[in-house]
Every structure is written in C-alpha cells, then in structure tokens.
Nanobody, 115 residues
Framework: QVHLVASGGGLVQPGGSLRLSCRTS????????MDWYRQGPGNEREWVAG???????SYTDSVKGRFTISRNNVRAMLYLDMSSLKPEDTAVYYC?????????WGRGTQVTVSP
C-alpha cells in the first residue's frame, strides 16, 4: 500500500520560512516523480511544484524563487522549502505521486501565514 504523510506545517508570519516533509512508503521512491499540491480556503487544489525521478524541478509561477522542492532517495523523503511566505500561501499542503496510472495523495499539513 502506498502511504504519503506530509508534516512540517504551522503558523508563520509573512516573510517567514517553513520546511515541509513527506514521508513515503509502498513505492520504489527513487523511480517516481513527486509533487506538492495545496488547497487554500474556498479554493480548488492546485499544483505547486514537481520533481522528476532524476531531480528536475518545476514550479507554479506564484512560488518561483521562493519555494524549493527536493528529494532524498535514500530516505524516500520529499521536501518543500518555503521562504518569503505570503498570506496567500495559506493552505493545506499535500504530497502526491502516481503509480500504474493511479494517483496517491498524502495526509496534508496545514500552513497558515498570518501576522
């Protein structure tokens, strides 16, 4: 069974930083592209960042230059380093992958950016 568990969220002031982590099991992690998504209050879930199995990264425009996605294939961990956080980054953040055409979502972690 595939399990993805995100952690590291919390309350942070505008301009602050957080590091999200996603612990994975049930997949051959090093072979899988991974993503972070988020869902803010009243919004649809949106893609935030992705990293290929080879380490190529991509970001939605609103987080470019502020967020960094990375992975540790030995530990089967996915990370999202977030800096210069803004109130509009407030959301539940989820890690995501696919296997054999199926989508897997982790338990999300809440990030709240507020004075």
């Amino acid at each position: 069974q595939v399990h993805l568990v995100a952690s590291g969220g919390g309350l942070v002031q505008p301009g602050g930083s957080l590091r999200l982590s996603c612990r994975t099991s049930g997949i051959n992690f090093r072979l899988h592209p991974m993503d972070w998504y988020r869902q803010g209050p009243g919004n649809e879930r949106e893609w935030v960042a992705g990293i290929s199995s080879g380490g190529t990264t991509s970001y939605t425009d609103s987080v470019k230059g502020r967020f960094t996605i990375s992975r540790n294939n030995v530990r089967a961990m996915l990370y999202l380093d977030m800096s210069s956080l803004k109130p509009e980054d407030t959301a539940v953040y989820y890690c995501h992958t696919t296997r054999q055409g199926n989508h897997f979502w982790g338990r999300g972690t809440q990030v709240t950016v507020s004075p």
